[in-house]
């Protein structure tokens, strides 16, 4: 049972970096059809992408926050992060990493389908001096 | 950018049938996928692709899809169906969009 742990400064100052890790364990990041998301929800409000990254360490940013975006991969620890530069207290928020799954169901020949079937619990985020 | 647009809040009463529904661009060419988020929880994958659900996910939910509208249907809600549900799909970049979320309120 695959199990995702978000880790990381919970207090950021505004204008610095936000860095967070997620540590995969009961299964290696890179087997399957995997690829590995963060998602941030501010308190109250709805679900917004980041980004994802593929094992081969390619990238694929929302486009709102691609200039100060960088998601990396480190296949030795079985962990991926996040780099969010020049915080806002916009960035207020909790942050989520996720599974992203690619699946073909073979029987019926359908797909692929795209979905996110497994979550951290999160780990909160506030940005303030 | 791509959209996908929920109602706010819906309610239902316990035991009867109700219909959670997102509109968007990019379910014409992508399944939608259906989160549930209780307070204070992750969330949790109920729907995916064309009417799959994960193990464990009652049966109960079910999915559908027409055009640019994905529906998610639970057929005699339960108390513990109350929650926050967000539907999300790919869009044609290949980027994440979610759903604003519906509030279900079992009655």
């Known amino acids: 049972q695959v199990q995702l742990q978000e880790s990381g400064p919970g207090l950021v100052k505004p204008s610095e970096t936000l860095s967070l890790t997620c540590t995969v364990s009961g299964g290696s990041i890179s087997s399957g059809s995997y690829s590995w998301s963060w998602i941030r929800q501010p308190a109250g409000k709805g679900l917004e992408w980041i980004g994802r990254i593929y094992t081969s360490g390619s990238t694929k940013y929302n486009p709102p926050l691609r200039g100060r975006v960088t998601i990396s991969v480190d296949t030795s620890k079985n962990q991926f992060s996040l780099k969010l530069n020049s915080v806002t207290a916009a960035d207020t928020a909790m942050y989520y990493c996720?599974?992203?799954?690619?699946?073909?169901?073979?029987?019926?020949?359908?797909?692929?389908?795209?979905?996110?079937?497994?979550w951290g619990k999160g780990t909160t985020v506030t940005v303030s001096s | 950018s791509s959209e996908l647009t929920q109602d706010p809040a819906v309610s239902v009463a316990l035991g009867q049938t109700v219909r959670i529904t997102c509109q968007g661009d990019?379910?014409?060419?992508?399944?939608a996928n259906w989160y549930q988020q209780k307070p204070g929880q992750a969330p949790v994958l109920v729907m995916y692709?064309?009417?799959h659900r994960p193990s464990g996910i009652p049966d109960r939910f079910s999915g559908s899809s027409s055009g640019d509208t994905a529906s998610l249907t639970i057929t005699g809600a339960q108390a513990e169906d109350e929650a926050d549900y967000y539907c999300?799909?790919?869009?044609?970049?290949?980027?994440?969009?979610f759903g604003g979320g519906t509030k279900l309120t079992v009655l």
């Open positions: 996720a599974r992203d799954v690619t699946y073909y169901d073979i029987l019926t020949g359908y797909g692929p389908y795209y979905f996110m079937d497994v």
């Open positions: 990019s379910l014409r060419s992508s399944y």
């Open positions: 999300n799909s790919r869009d044609s970049s290949g980027s994440w969009v």
């Open positions: 692709g064309k009417n």
